[in-house]
């Protein structure tokens, strides 16, 4: 379980790292800890699948990239094996269930568009589900933050509440 403390420092890691040599250096003294512990956290984050992925975003085609809009009708019986082979690759940044026909959507992020169009074909392979797949055409930035700090909040007062 995450503590407020937890949801605090992910908050404030939405909010990007510093830009320099050493951004966890300069993010632990503004936070009051060490650069080793502030590390060790995210790394236990992203170990115990409460991150799912930590780093930077970069308009990719820039580089010579692609990112890839897919989705999958999967069936229900089978929805979270197909997660499964579709969270292994490294390829496949978001994945996302909804309620729908098409009910698995999740974001390829590649080198090029060989490598993006190759994983597509490998979760359709391994999968033997049609993927079907939305190149971005024109870039957007929204910036959704969820506000972890108030559920930090939340969280304290239920501990203090269960406490008394």
């Not at 490998?122 to 797949?133: D, F, H, N, Q, S």
Request: charged share 25%; with cysteine; proline share 6%.
């Amino acid at each position: 379980m995450l503590t407020p403390e937890d949801l605090r420092l992910i908050d404030r890691l939405h909010g990007g790292l510093p830009l320099s040599d050493r951004p966890f250096a300069e993010l632990a003294a503004e936070l009051g800890c060490s650069e080793y512990t502030l590390i060790e956290r995210v790394h236990g984050w992203l170990t115990a699948g409460v991150l799912t992925r930590f780093g930077p975003l970069f308009q990719i085609e820039r580089a010579g990239g692609r990112f890839v809009l897919a989705a999958v009708a999967v069936p229900e019986d089978r929805f979270d094996a197909v997660a499964a082979i579709v969270n292994a690759l490294p390829e496949v940044a978001h994945n996302y269930r909804r309620e729908h026909a098409l009910n698995m959507w999740f974001v390829v992020a590649a080198e090029t568009p060989a490598a993006a169009d190759a994983a597509i074909a490998r979760i359709e392979a391994e999968t033997g589900l049609p993927v079907l797949a939305f190149p971005k055409e024109r870039e957007f930035f929204v910036e959704l933050r969820l506000p972890l700090v108030d559920a930090a909040a939340a969280l304290e007062t239920e501990e203090a509440d269960d406490a008394a």
